[in-house]
């Protein structure tokens, strides 16, 4: 989790020294749509990453599960329109993700681009593929690579959009996350460790909503304990009728959702849960506020979150006596 801030700089060498070859399939083909695509955590960052394509490039662009294009290409690609498919996948060898990738090299108007950690794998071997090896992780539960993945992904976004103040934002990760990477493990184990709360929910706004849900994911399988993610608003639509005082809420915020925030707050903590608040601004009434002081824009901060949603789960694991790199149930690969 701690070491995530060194691969980020060679993330972003591999994207720049590769970007002639691996912008070609956007620059050339010109897809009218992108279909961002993975499974657990990799659907996860495709959410995140859809929505910043569609924000900086104005591009439509969305999320689909790997299994939906497996299962229903004809619903998928309904139209015809010029679809390139980006799929992400840790071990590129998820039977789902490769199927899929498969079945929409077939499809008449649709390229593929494939991103993996491992070389040697079947999406790093077949179609093309943006390789990053130096992500090798031992452990079942996906962390680094999720980072390094969505930060290719928002390389190229920049790079193809030509924001050269993006691009700036994003190179300066790497320093960014390493001086606030005490602070993210300090905040996870005091969060982490607090058995006041049995049930966690994650709140992301835009593109922060994929971090939400890989927030949710990585706290379940290291612990199994409840926990969901929703988009802030509509938390309020149903679900805040959950709320207790075994709840606890994190926040990621977003300035979209500032108008709003307050009164979101106030709702959460008007029910009894206990509100963790990660913002790039003081001021909000959380029972928590850690504010990041990033001075970044919102889609160029969304890696600054992930270290410290993978060290609650990670100090929530060891307090229950768990081993957070081995978690019941799980494999690093699922195959069909
Ligand atoms: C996807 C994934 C992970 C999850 C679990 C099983 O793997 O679903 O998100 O944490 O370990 O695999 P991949 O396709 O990215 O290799």
Redesign the pocket.
């Known amino acids: 989790i701690a070491r995530q801030p060194e691969t980020w700089r060679e993330t972003e060498q591999i994207v720049s020294a590769g970007k002639g070859e691996l912008l070609r399939p956007f620059e050339e083909f010109k897809p009218e749509e992108i279909l961002f695509t993975?499974?657990?955590?990799?659907?996860f960052l495709s959410v995140a990453a859809a929505y910043l394509f569609q924000e900086k490039l104005g591009i439509s662009a969305k999320a689909v599960p790997a299994s939906d294009i497996l299962m229903n290409p004809d619903a998928v690609f309904a139209g015809g329109r010029r679809t390139l498919v980006v799929g992400?996948?840790?071990?590129?060898?998820?039977t789902e993700?490769v199927r899929a990738m498969e079945v929409a090299r077939k499809q008449p108007s649709v390229r593929t681009l494939g991103i993996?950690t491992r070389p040697d794998s079947l999406l790093g071997r077949e179609g093309e593929a943006l390789i990053l090896p130096h992500v090798q992780e031992k452990s079942?539960?996906?962390t680094g690579?999720f980072s390094n993945m969505l930060l290719a992904l928002q390389l190229m976004a920049g790079h193809l959009s030509g924001d050269a103040a993006y691009l700036d934002e994003l190179k300066r990760l790497p320093e960014l996350g390493r001086e606030r990477m005490a602070k993210a493990e300090e905040l996870g184990r005091i969060v982490g460790e607090d058995r006041r709360f049995d049930h966690y929910i994650f709140l992301g706004q835009g593109s922060f909503f994929g971090l939400a849900l890989e927030g949710m994911?990585k706290l379940k399988?290291m612990t199994q304990v409840q926990t969901e993610a929703f988009n802030p608003l509509e938390f309020r639509h149903g679900p805040i009728s959950v709320l207790n005082e075994r709840c606890r809420v994190i926040l990621l915020s977003h300035r979209l959702l500032r108008p709003y925030l307050r009164s979101l707050i106030e709702d959460l903590r008007r029910l009894k849960a206990e509100v963790v608040l990660i913002d790039e601004a003081a001021g909000e009434e959380a029972d928590i506020l850690w504010n990041l002081e990033s001075g970044l824009s919102d889609p160029s901060r969304a890696l600054l979150y992930l270290p410290f949603l993978h060290f609650l789960a990670y100090f929530r694991a060891m307090s229950l006596g768990l081993n957070p790199d081995r978690p019941r149930h799980?494999?690093?690969?699922?195959v069909l």
């Open positions: 993975g499974c657990g955590s990799s659907y992400s996948s840790r071990s590129g060898d998820t993700l993996t079942v539960v996906m690579s994911l399988e799980l494999n690093q690969v699922v």
